[in-house]
Protein backbone atom coordinates (compact mmCIF):
# COMPACT_ATOMS: atom_id res chain seq x y z
CA UNK A 1 0.00 0.00 0.00
CA UNK A 2 2.76 2.14 0.83
CA UNK A 3 6.30 1.76 0.01
CA UNK A 4 8.83 4.54 1.69
CA UNK A 5 12.81 3.83 0.38
CA UNK A 6 15.67 5.91 1.88
CA UNK A 7 13.66 9.09 2.22
CA UNK A 8 15.73 12.01 4.15
CA UNK A 9 14.70 15.21 4.49
CA UNK A 10 16.93 17.97 5.09
CA UNK A 11 15.26 21.55 6.05
CA UNK A 12 16.81 24.52 4.16
CA UNK A 13 18.82 25.66 7.80
CA UNK A 14 20.29 22.79 7.75
CA UNK A 15 18.01 20.45 10.39
CA UNK A 16 18.23 16.85 9.40
CA UNK A 17 14.67 15.58 10.34
CA UNK A 18 15.09 11.96 8.46
CA UNK A 19 17.68 10.25 7.37
CA UNK A 20 17.14 7.07 4.72
CA UNK A 21 14.24 5.80 6.06
CA UNK A 22 12.91 2.66 4.52
CA UNK A 23 10.03 0.55 5.29
CA UNK A 24 6.53 -0.73 3.71
CA UNK A 25 3.09 -0.64 5.15
CA UNK A 26 0.42 -3.46 4.08
CA UNK A 27 -3.35 -2.02 3.13
CA UNK A 28 -5.28 -1.89 6.40
CA UNK A 29 -2.34 -1.79 8.99
CA UNK A 30 -2.78 0.55 11.87
CA UNK A 31 0.63 1.77 12.11
CA UNK A 32 1.90 3.86 14.86
CA UNK A 33 4.64 5.95 14.92
CA UNK A 34 6.43 6.80 18.04
CA UNK A 35 8.97 9.23 19.10
CA UNK A 36 9.94 12.33 21.08
CA UNK A 37 9.58 15.45 19.75
CA UNK A 38 11.96 16.30 17.47
CA UNK A 39 12.04 12.89 16.56
CA UNK A 40 10.93 13.63 12.65
CA UNK A 41 7.19 12.29 13.01
CA UNK A 42 5.37 15.20 11.46
CA UNK A 43 8.01 15.29 8.89
CA UNK A 44 8.02 11.75 7.44
CA UNK A 45 3.66 11.78 7.34
CA UNK A 46 3.98 15.27 5.64
CA UNK A 47 6.72 13.75 3.20
CA UNK A 48 3.73 10.85 2.38
CA UNK A 49 1.52 13.56 1.60
CA UNK A 50 4.01 15.85 0.29
CA UNK A 51 3.26 19.17 2.43
CA UNK A 52 6.99 18.34 2.51
CA UNK A 53 9.43 17.45 -0.47
CA UNK A 54 11.65 14.88 0.26
CA UNK A 55 15.39 15.81 0.27
CA UNK A 56 15.94 12.56 -1.27
CA UNK A 57 13.86 9.21 -1.60
CA UNK A 58 11.03 7.86 -2.54
CA UNK A 59 7.36 7.56 -1.59
CA UNK A 60 5.20 5.26 -3.68
CA UNK A 61 1.04 4.75 -2.82
CA UNK A 62 -0.26 1.12 -4.57
CA UNK A 63 2.40 1.01 -6.08
CA UNK A 64 2.48 4.53 -8.25
CA UNK A 65 5.26 6.87 -7.10
CA UNK A 66 4.43 9.77 -5.72
CA UNK A 67 5.88 12.47 -7.45
CA UNK A 68 6.38 16.22 -6.30
CA UNK A 69 6.28 18.44 -9.40
CA UNK A 70 3.06 17.03 -11.33
CA UNK A 71 -0.27 19.27 -9.77
CA UNK A 72 -2.61 16.66 -11.25
CA UNK A 73 -1.14 13.04 -9.34
CA UNK A 74 -0.81 14.93 -6.29
CA UNK A 75 -4.55 15.86 -6.31
CA UNK A 76 -5.40 12.40 -6.96
CA UNK A 77 -2.86 10.90 -4.68
CA UNK A 78 -4.24 13.30 -2.07
CA UNK A 79 -7.91 12.41 -2.10
CA UNK A 80 -6.62 9.11 -1.21
CA UNK A 81 -4.82 10.57 2.38
CA UNK A 82 -7.08 11.97 5.22
CA UNK A 83 -4.96 14.07 7.61
CA UNK A 84 -6.03 14.63 11.27
CA UNK A 85 -4.02 17.41 12.99
CA UNK A 86 -3.51 17.56 16.82
CA UNK A 87 -4.92 20.74 17.15
CA UNK A 88 -7.72 19.58 14.74
CA UNK A 89 -7.35 22.22 12.10
CA UNK A 90 -10.77 23.95 12.29
CA UNK A 91 -12.28 26.61 11.20
CA UNK A 92 -14.02 28.25 14.22
CA UNK A 93 -16.47 30.48 13.03
CA UNK A 94 -17.69 28.31 10.50
CA UNK A 95 -20.21 25.67 11.38
CA UNK A 96 -19.08 21.99 12.14
CA UNK A 97 -21.65 20.66 9.40
CA UNK A 98 -19.41 23.34 6.88
CA UNK A 99 -16.01 21.94 8.58
CA UNK A 100 -16.87 18.50 7.61
CA UNK A 101 -17.52 19.37 4.04
CA UNK A 102 -14.48 20.89 3.53
CA UNK A 103 -13.23 16.93 2.97
CA UNK A 104 -14.75 17.14 0.28
CA UNK A 105 -13.19 19.79 -1.62
CA UNK A 106 -10.17 18.08 -3.47
CA UNK A 107 -13.07 16.54 -5.08
CA UNK A 108 -14.70 19.50 -6.67
CA UNK A 109 -13.97 21.80 -9.15
CA UNK A 110 -12.67 25.29 -7.95
CA UNK A 111 -15.59 27.08 -9.23
CA UNK A 112 -17.61 25.18 -7.08
CA UNK A 113 -15.19 24.68 -4.10
CA UNK A 114 -15.18 28.76 -4.32
CA UNK A 115 -19.06 29.08 -4.10
CA UNK A 116 -19.31 26.38 -1.33
CA UNK A 117 -21.46 24.66 -3.72
CA UNK A 118 -21.88 21.35 -1.84
CA UNK A 119 -24.18 18.38 -3.27
CA UNK A 120 -27.13 17.27 -1.85
CA UNK A 121 -25.37 13.59 -1.62
CA UNK A 122 -22.19 15.24 -0.02
CA UNK A 123 -24.64 16.94 2.78
CA UNK A 124 -26.30 14.36 3.69
CA UNK A 125 -23.12 11.97 3.51
CA UNK A 126 -21.58 14.70 6.38
CA UNK A 127 -24.58 14.31 8.83
CA UNK A 128 -24.61 11.21 8.26
CA UNK A 129 -20.51 10.57 9.30
CA UNK A 130 -21.52 13.19 12.60
CA UNK A 131 -24.74 11.62 13.52
CA UNK A 132 -22.08 8.03 13.44
CA UNK A 133 -19.78 10.27 16.10
CA UNK A 134 -22.03 11.34 18.49
CA UNK A 135 -22.35 15.15 16.75
CA UNK A 136 -25.65 15.02 14.99
CA UNK A 137 -26.85 17.74 17.53
CA UNK A 138 -23.84 19.74 17.10
CA UNK A 139 -23.56 20.31 12.86
CA UNK A 140 -25.29 23.94 13.24
CA UNK A 141 -23.11 25.19 15.79
CA UNK A 142 -19.72 26.80 15.19
CA UNK A 143 -16.60 24.64 15.25
CA UNK A 144 -14.75 27.01 17.84
CA UNK A 145 -17.60 26.13 20.64
CA UNK A 146 -16.60 22.81 20.99
CA UNK A 147 -14.77 20.88 23.53
CA UNK A 148 -11.26 18.96 22.60
CA UNK A 149 -12.66 16.09 22.03
CA UNK A 150 -15.77 16.78 19.99
CA UNK A 151 -13.18 19.00 17.30
CA UNK A 152 -11.18 15.92 16.95
CA UNK A 153 -14.17 14.04 15.99
CA UNK A 154 -15.40 16.72 13.59
CA UNK A 155 -11.43 16.28 12.19
CA UNK A 156 -12.14 12.94 11.46
CA UNK A 157 -15.72 13.10 10.03
CA UNK A 158 -13.82 15.59 7.78
CA UNK A 159 -11.39 13.06 6.84
CA UNK A 160 -13.87 10.89 6.48
CA UNK A 161 -15.48 12.83 3.45
CA UNK A 162 -12.40 12.16 1.55
CA UNK A 163 -13.27 8.03 1.21
CA UNK A 164 -9.67 7.92 1.68
CA UNK A 165 -7.79 5.22 1.93
CA UNK A 166 -5.50 5.97 3.89
CA UNK A 167 -5.70 8.72 7.05
CA UNK A 168 -2.53 10.20 8.34
CA UNK A 169 -2.92 11.11 11.69
CA UNK A 170 -0.27 13.50 13.32
CA UNK A 171 -0.56 13.28 17.19
CA UNK A 172 -4.43 13.43 17.10
CA UNK A 173 -4.32 12.74 21.28
CA UNK A 174 -1.79 15.09 22.56
CA UNK A 175 -3.88 17.81 23.46
CA UNK A 176 -6.38 15.81 24.96
CA UNK A 177 -7.30 14.32 28.87
CA UNK A 178 -6.53 10.56 29.24
CA UNK A 179 -10.48 9.03 28.61
CA UNK A 180 -10.85 11.29 25.71
CA UNK A 181 -7.59 10.42 23.98
CA UNK A 182 -8.59 6.82 24.28
CA UNK A 183 -11.83 7.33 23.11
CA UNK A 184 -10.96 9.06 19.99
CA UNK A 185 -7.85 6.34 19.24
CA UNK A 186 -11.05 3.93 19.44
CA UNK A 187 -13.00 5.40 16.77
CA UNK A 188 -9.75 5.55 14.78
CA UNK A 189 -9.06 1.82 15.36
CA UNK A 190 -13.35 1.31 14.80
CA UNK A 191 -12.61 2.80 11.18
CA UNK A 192 -9.74 0.50 10.39
CA UNK A 193 -11.40 -2.45 11.25
CA UNK A 194 -14.59 -1.81 9.89
CA UNK A 195 -13.89 0.25 6.23
CA UNK A 196 -10.01 -1.20 6.34
CA UNK A 197 -8.68 1.99 5.85
CA UNK A 198 -5.01 2.18 6.64
CA UNK A 199 -3.56 4.00 9.30
CA UNK A 200 -0.69 5.63 10.44
CA UNK A 201 -0.73 7.45 13.58
CA UNK A 202 2.37 9.53 15.13
CA UNK A 203 1.59 9.79 19.23
CA UNK A 204 4.44 10.46 21.52
CA UNK A 205 2.77 7.98 24.66
CA UNK A 206 4.44 4.62 24.18
CA UNK A 207 1.75 2.72 26.03
CA UNK A 208 -0.87 4.08 23.23
CA UNK A 209 1.48 3.15 20.87
CA UNK A 210 1.71 -0.18 21.73
CA UNK A 211 -1.97 -0.71 22.43
CA UNK A 212 -3.81 0.26 19.15
CA UNK A 213 -1.01 -0.49 16.53
CA UNK A 214 -1.51 -3.60 14.54
CA UNK A 215 2.28 -2.20 14.62
CA UNK A 216 4.83 0.24 16.00
CA UNK A 217 7.78 2.00 14.00
CA UNK A 218 10.03 3.73 16.33
CA UNK A 219 11.65 7.16 15.34
CA UNK A 220 14.66 8.49 16.80
CA UNK A 221 16.74 11.88 16.01
CA UNK A 222 15.30 10.76 12.47
CA UNK A 223 16.05 7.06 12.15
CA UNK A 224 14.22 4.46 12.82
CA UNK A 225 15.47 2.08 14.93
CA UNK A 226 15.50 -1.65 13.88
CA UNK A 227 13.11 -4.16 15.49
CA UNK A 228 16.22 -5.77 16.81
CA UNK A 229 17.35 -2.97 18.64
CA UNK A 230 13.66 -1.97 20.02
CA UNK A 231 14.35 -4.66 23.13
CA UNK A 232 17.28 -2.50 24.66
CA UNK A 233 14.75 0.29 24.93
N1 LIG B 1 10.06 23.73 8.55
C1 LIG B 1 11.12 23.36 9.27
N2 LIG B 1 12.31 24.00 9.11
C2 LIG B 1 13.40 23.61 9.81
N3 LIG B 1 13.42 22.60 10.69
C3 LIG B 1 12.27 21.92 10.89
C4 LIG B 1 11.05 22.27 10.20
N4 LIG B 1 10.08 21.42 10.61
C5 LIG B 1 10.65 20.60 11.51
N5 LIG B 1 11.95 20.90 11.69
C6 LIG B 1 12.92 20.20 12.55
O1 LIG B 1 13.03 18.86 12.10
C7 LIG B 1 13.13 17.95 13.19
C8 LIG B 1 11.97 16.97 13.15
O2 LIG B 1 10.76 17.70 13.38
P1 LIG B 1 9.32 17.04 13.35
O3 LIG B 1 9.20 16.23 12.12
O4 LIG B 1 8.35 18.12 13.57
O5 LIG B 1 9.39 16.06 14.62
P2 LIG B 1 8.22 15.50 15.54
O6 LIG B 1 6.94 15.60 14.79
O7 LIG B 1 8.62 14.10 15.85
O8 LIG B 1 8.21 16.34 16.78
C9 LIG B 1 13.16 18.83 14.45
O9 LIG B 1 14.51 19.07 14.77
C10 LIG B 1 12.49 20.10 13.99
O10 LIG B 1 12.93 21.20 14.75
MG1 LIG C 1 5.19 16.51 15.24
Not at 189 to 200: A, F, H, P, S, V
Not at 207 to 228: S, V
Amino acid sequence: MIRIENLSKIYSDGTVALKNISFQIARGEFITVLGKSGAGKSTLLRCINRLVQPSSGKVYISGEEVLGNNPKQLKKMRRKMGMIFQNYNLVKESSVLTNVLAGRLGYLSSGASLLGRWSENDIQSALGHLSDLGLAEKSHSPAGTLSGGQSQRVGIARALMQEPEIILADEPVASLDPETARSIMEILRDINQKKGTTLICNLHQPALAEEFGTRTLILENGELIPDEKRKNL
